[in-house]
């Protein structure tokens, strides 16, 4: 049986292309991106708080550094955030031969590995690309390229990682080495027409798999072996991620965006681009800051 229930906005932000969202403990609190901005924004839930810092080019992911910062994919490259004062810093170039790419989503693996991918900013060729940042390198993997990138998403253990061909309605499962080396794919998941488009993807503690959906006014969670466990509607068409946090782990957030909807979708969806939250049952990952 499918465990069902609602989402709720949690804050209204009006975001063009929200996404991103990550809990960091640190910080209790709640740090996510408008892509289109573009801006970085942090929600605190104690005070029920959103503060924002510009971003210098369209920003899809952030990830929390060891020394109170960030890594935020940026486009162009890898940058160092600092919200003290909101300085960003080139890290290292990304597609600096493919100007019309930017960076898209992000997870870190449990041997600190940053995964990203990256999309074509016009959702028109194939040049979104799947890469890992370790240790002061950058690696491009050998997944074949796609529009849309999305995810990816990393298993408790590091052992799977879930990529996401969001324009392709279809997640692969790759199986990871301890060097970080990629085995041969499977399908884990295809999605049809009226399901809408998988977008960001998380895993709980337990493997499971939450992914948003993009013109699908819900969000799913799949178990490993593929089923689906549990859907959160939406009174918005675009769920883009999921993030698990708060005190137990078993607070949701969502991201969301107003992007696409034309004057008569916007009026029909007020809410679009909120922050929204619901409660789960499987708690999240702790999300462990990265060395630079």
């Not at 465990?3 to 949690?10: F, L």
């Not at 940053?114 to 959702?123: A, K, L, Q, R, S």
């Not at 529009?147 to 324009?167: E, F, K, M």
């Amino acid at each position: 049986m499918i465990r069902e229930t609602h989402a709720e906005s949690v804050h209204a932000v009006g975001a063009t292309l929200g996404e991103g969202p990550i809990w960091v403990a640190r910080d209790a609190a709640l740090w996510f991106v408008d892509i289109k901005a573009p801006c970085i924004h942090r929600f605190d839930p104690e005070t029920a708080t959103l503060d924002t810092w510009d971003a210098p080019d369209q920003v899809g992911w952030i990830m929390p550094v060891e020394d109170g910062g960030f890594l935020a994919g940026v486009r162009g490259g890898l940058h160092r955030f600092d919200p003290a004062t909101g300085a960003f810093d080139l890290v290292a170039p990304v597609h600096a031969d493919t100007p019309g790419n930017r960076l898209n989503d992000a997870a870190r693996d449990p041997s600190g590995r940053v995964w990203f991918g990256t999309m074509d900013n016009d959702e028109a060729d194939t040049t979104g690309h799947v890469y890992h940042w370790h240790d002061g390198a950058l690696t491009k993997t050998d997944i074949p390229p796609v529009v849309i990138t999305n995810g990816p998403a990393i298993a408790p253990d590091g052992r799977t990682l879930y990529t996401v061909d969001t324009l392709g309605k279809r997640i692969d499962a790759w199986p990871v080495g301890e060097d970080g080396e990629l085995g041969a794919p499977r399908i884990f998941l295809t999605f049809g027409p009226d399901d809408g488009h998988p977008d960001g993807a998380i895993c709980d503690s337990e493997g499971g798999v939450w992914v948003g959906f993009f013109g699908g006014w819900a969000a799913r969670r799949f178990a490993p072996d593929g089923h689906c466990t549990d859907m959160v509607h939406f009174p918005v068409a675009n769920i883009t991620k999921i993030a698990l946090g708060g005190p137990d782990g078993r607070t949701a957030y969502a991201t969301t965006a107003a992007k696409g909807l034309d004057a008569d979708a916007r009026a029909a969806q007020p809410l679009a681009g909120n922050l929204f939250t619901f409660r789960v049952t499987v708690p999240g990952i702790t999300v462990e800051p990265i060395t630079l």
